[in-house]
T-cell receptor, first 112, second 113 residues
Framework: DQQVKQNSPSLSVQEGRISILNCDYT??????FLWYKKYPAEGPTFLIS?????DKNEDGRFTVFLNKSAKHLSLHIVPSQPGDSAVYFC???????????FGTGTSLTVIP | DAGITQSPRHKVTETGTPVTLRCHQT?????MYWYRQDPGHGLRLIHY???????DKGEVSDGYSVSRSKTEDFLLTLESATSSQTSVYFC????????????FGSGTQLSVL
């Protein structure tokens, strides 16, 4: 059973607007969450992360929000740029192990 | 770029043949992982290693075995390949102390006909 879920397989956004990508998890032992970005024919690359002791982390145009009670996190990209078009994976891990669990990914298309 | 090399980058093989994929790192990281990426399933962990000769199963380990005889090399073996193992395989490495530093290789596209 998938412990990390991304229920939107795809998302299209106009350039300059906000992109919001969502992720849900089921395991309450997870205490660290990450977002990865993946271009075709390349490996995923780390984008931004958040610890369970925080509810927000910001890095430039990227902000991740964590709602522990709802077991939900979201990635906001503002403003969206055509170069942001990629597949975004949400991942989770815990400090009791070193396994990283990934969601199914959301394909973001930013329309110029 | 993290020093991860996967080989081969592409492979086509026939059902029932053995296949070995190699992951080589130059970072001396303790943890190494094998993931497969499939449409609708995202990235799923096959096996991982937390040191030389120390390995453990992931979510989808059936039909796969791994070996790590040196810190820098992590091998994934399909003893008898099946069409359901057609996938893109990614190796990843981690120091284990900084969760942000999970680095991925460029992947191996494997087709089992």
């Amino acid at each position: 059973d998938q412990q990390v879920k991304q229920n939107s397989p795809s998302l299209s956004v106009q350039e300059g607007r906000i992109s919001i990508l969502n992720c849900d998890y089921t395991n309450s032992m997870f205490d660290y969450f990450l977002w990865y970005k993946k271009y075709p024919a390349e490996g995923p690359t780390f984008l931004i992360s958040i610890s369970s002791i925080k509810d927000k982390n910001e890095d430039g145009r990227f902000t991740v929000f964590l709602n522990k009670s709802a077991k939900h996190l979201s990635l906001h990209i503002v403003p969206s740029q055509p170069g942001d078009s990629a597949v975004y994976f949400c991942a989770a891990t815990s400090n009791t192990g070193n396994q990283f669990y990934f969601g199914t990914g959301t394909s973001l298309t930013v329309i110029p | 770029d993290a020093g991860i090399t996967q080989s081969p980058r592409h492979k086509v093989t026939e059902t029932g043949t053995p296949v070995t994929l190699r992951c080589h790192q130059t970072e001396n990281h303790r943890y190494m992982y094998w993931y497969r990426q499939d449409p609708g399933h995202g990235l799923r962990l096959i096996h991982y290693s937390y040191g030389v000769k120390d390995t453990d199963k992931g979510e989808v380990s059936d039909g796969y075995s791994v070996s790590r005889s040196k810190t820098e090399d992590f091998l994934l073996t399909l003893e008898s390949a099946t069409s359901s193992q057609t996938s893109v395989y990614f190796c990843a490495i981690s120091e284990g102390t900084d969760y942000e530093k999970l680095f991925f290789g460029s992947g191996t596209q494997l087709s089992v006909l």
